[in-house]
Structure formats: structure tokens, C-alpha cells
């Protein structure tokens, strides 16, 4: 149990468009998502929370209107990379939680690849 | 904001060797997690401590909490190459609305 599924898994798009990425609880409602951006064997990098009804609280340093994040519902939150440039490129990965993470594990999503040029 | 120190940030070893990997804090967690990333993935949970001086064994891999809940450390016996990967430490105290990552050790165990 405890699937996410984060969609797609690369893409590839020309600079100045937007691209959208899904991230999906299968199997359990999260009470709270989180998307990251990690780097060639580097750590993840916590890019903003997300719950359900309510904004996202971005990291310092993130731009929030250049990285929209919208939690629709308890089991899907997508981020909207919008304006990419090559700078954008990187590996997105999201994680939902489904109780406090004091307690309860992160599960995470298989990453997105985005190539932009 | 809380910090968590983990080394080796590279460890690059043959197979058969024993290897430790640190995480460490001046902060309390109440509890931690360990993950193992392999490239093109997401982070799989290896095992979570929540007792100060808690050990935990997963096969060949042992954890260890550390008695104030401030540090962690995973140590592998007898290392393979599929043990090669990504492993991440983190922690999360009571009422946080995040968890806290480490830098990461990047394991490549040769054959």
C-alpha cells in the first residue's frame, strides 16, 4: 500500500512554455503533499508544502509564480513549471504524507525528468 | 531551523566491505527515517526509529538511533552491488509541517 504516482515521468519542452506535473495518492488520502527538486547525486530540496484547499507555502528562494502548485483534492497535487527555461531543468519528485510525519512515512513519487531547451 | 549533518557525502567501496553512514544533529527528532534512492527514482523507506537508542536490522543493513534522538547511523555488513544508491536520512519532530532531509551518501559498491 501507500502508492504514489507522479506523472510523467520526463518530458522534454521548448523554452518559454508550461509544463505540468501530477502527483497522485493511489491507495490513501494525504493530508499533506510536498514537491522537491534534486540535483546530480544531491540531497532533495524542499521546494514547497502543499495541503489540500489551502496555498502552498513555498522555501525561501522559490518563486511561487513561476512554480504553481494547486491541491485539488486529498489525492492529487500537480506543479506547473511555467515560463521554463533551461535553468528549470532538473528532477522534480513529489512525496505525500497521510498523517503526521512524526509518525508516519514519506512516499514518494518516481520523479519527473524535465529537459528544457 | 533544524539541521542534519550526514556523512560521507561519497563512499565508494568493494563488495564484501562493512560500511557506516552518519547522520547527525543538534537537534531532537522525534522520529527518523532512513531512504535508499536509486537514479531515475523516488526514495524507498528503508525503516523509521522513534526511541532514543532504538537498533533496528533489515537484513545486512542495521540502524541505530541515538539515545537523545540527535543522530542516527545505518551501517551495512558485507556490502553488495545492489546496496549501490542514494541513501538519505530524515527527521521530523512532533507538529512539524516538514521533515528535515540530509545531505545524502551516494554508496557505489563495486563488484
Known amino acids: 500500500g501507500a502508492v504514489v504516482s507522479q506523472h510523467p515521468s520526463w518530458v522534454i519542452c521548448k523554452s518559454g512554455t508550461s509544463v505540468k506535473i501530477e502527483c497522485r495518492s493511489l491507495?490513501?488520502?494525504?493530508?499533506?503533499m510536498f514537491w522537491y527538486r534534486q540535483f546530480p547525486k544531491q540531497s532533495l530540496m524542499l521546494m514547497a508544502t502543499?495541503?489540500?484547499?489551502?496555498?502552498?507555502?513555498?522555501e525561501q528562494g522559490v518563486e511561487k509564480d513561476k512554480f504553481l502548485i494547486n491541491h485539488a483534492s486529498l489525492t492529487l497535487s500537480t506543479l506547473t513549471v511555467t515560463s521554463a527555461h533551461p535553468e528549470d531543468s532538473s528532477f522534480y519528485i513529489c512525496?505525500?504524507?497521510?498523517?503526521?510525519?512524526?509518525?508516519?512515512?514519506?512516499?514518494f513519487g518516481n520523479g519527473t525528468r524535465l529537459t528544457v531547451t | 531551523t533544524q539541521l542534519l549533518e550526514q556523512s560521507p557525502q561519497f563512499l565508494s567501496i568493494q563488495e564484501g566491505e562493512n560500511l557506516t553512514v552518519y547522520c547527525n544533529s543538534s537537534s531532537v527528532f522525534s522520529s527518523l527515517q532512513w531512504y535508499r534512492q536509486e537514479p531515475g527514482e523516488g526514495p524507498v523507506l528503508l525503516v523509521t526509529v522513534v526511541t532514543g537508542g532504538e537498533v533496528k536490522k533489515l537484513k545486512r543493513l542495521t540502524f541505530q538511533f541515538g539515545d537523545a534522538r540527535k543522530d542516527s547511523s545505518l551501517h551495512i555488513t558485507a556490502a553488495q552491488p545492489g546496496d549501490t544508491g542514494l541513501y538519505l536520512c530524515a527527521g521530523a519532530s512532533t507538529n512539524a509541517g516538514k521533515s528535515t532531509f540530509g545531505d545524502g551518501t551516494t554508496l557505489t559498491v563495486k563488484p
Open positions: 512525496s505525500a504524507s497521510r498523517g503526521a510525519l512524526w509518525n508516519t512515512p514519506l512516499h
Open positions: 502543499s495541503n489540500e484547499g489551502s496555498k502552498a507555502t513555498y
Open positions: 491507495d490513501f488520502q494525504a493530508t499533506t
